[in-house]
Every structure is written in structure tokens, then in C-alpha cells.
Nanobody
């Protein structure tokens, strides 16, 4: 069992930066693939970024490529999402998720592959 707690959300002006953190409990977290998803009002939850349990493989959605970076520190049981050059369309609740079947070389972008989810953290970007 893994419990995930997101933090670092808030209100920022367009062009600004935020760093989200996802702290996990459970000694096996370092063997889980981890992803970030987001959900804006009235929209479906969408993939943002994912990283393999080893950290050797990462994938980002086209909409955030070059602006967002996912990383992880297994010693701290924490995954990060560095968000730069934020835009109003990035406004959403951001969720961290863990994939217990993740591999060392592949990070899934499929929502249904993830087994555990955090409660989410709100990110609001003003024009």
C-alpha cells in the first residue's frame, strides 16, 4: 500500500514557476513508476508527466514539453514536478499517482495503469 500527498500548489502569475512535490509512504515506493495528472473544471483528468521507478526514463505531455520537468528522489520517497513558464491553461488540480507494475525503463502515460492516487493540489495561473 502506498499513500501519496501532494504539495506546492498555489496562485501564480502567467510566466511564473512552481514546484510540486509528491511525498509517498511505503518502503516499496522506489519500485513504483510515478506520474502527474491534472484536471481542470469540466474536463477529464489528463496526463502531464511520468517517470520510471529508476528515474532513467521520463515522458512529458506535448502541452508541457520544454516547460515542465518531472524528477524523483527515491531516498526521500518524493517525486517532483518543476513547472516553468506557466500559462493560464495550466490551471487545474494536479494529482500524483503510483504504478505498482512500473518498470525501470518505462513510464506509463495511461491513467488506468496507475493504482494509487493522491488527493491533489490546486494550481491557479492568472493572466
Amino acid at each position: 500500500q502506498v499513500q501519496l500527498v501532494e504539495s506546492g500548489g498555489g496562485l501564480v502569475q502567467a510566466g511564473g514557476s512552481l514546484r510540486l512535490s509528491c511525498a509517498a509512504s511505503g518502503r516499496t515506493f522506489s519500485s513504483y513508476g510515478t506520474g502527474w495528472f491534472r484536471q481542470a473544471p469540466g474536463k477529464e483528468r489528463e496526463f502531464v508527466a511520468a517517470i520510471s521507478w529508476s528515474g532513467s526514463s521520463a515522458v512529458h505531455a506535448d502541452s508541457v514539453q520544454g516547460r515542465f520537468t518531472i524528477s524523483r528522489d527515491n531516498a526521500k520517497n518524493t517525486v517532483y514536478l518543476q513547472m516553468n513558464s506557466l500559462k493560464p491553461e495550466d490551471t487545474a488540480v494536479y494529482y500524483c499517482a503510483a504504478d505498482e507494475d512500473g518498470s525501470s525503463w518505462y513510464a506509463s502515460f495511461e491513467r488506468d495503469d496507475y493504482d494509487y492516487w493522491g488527493q491533489g493540489t490546486q494550481v491557479t495561473v492568472s493572466p
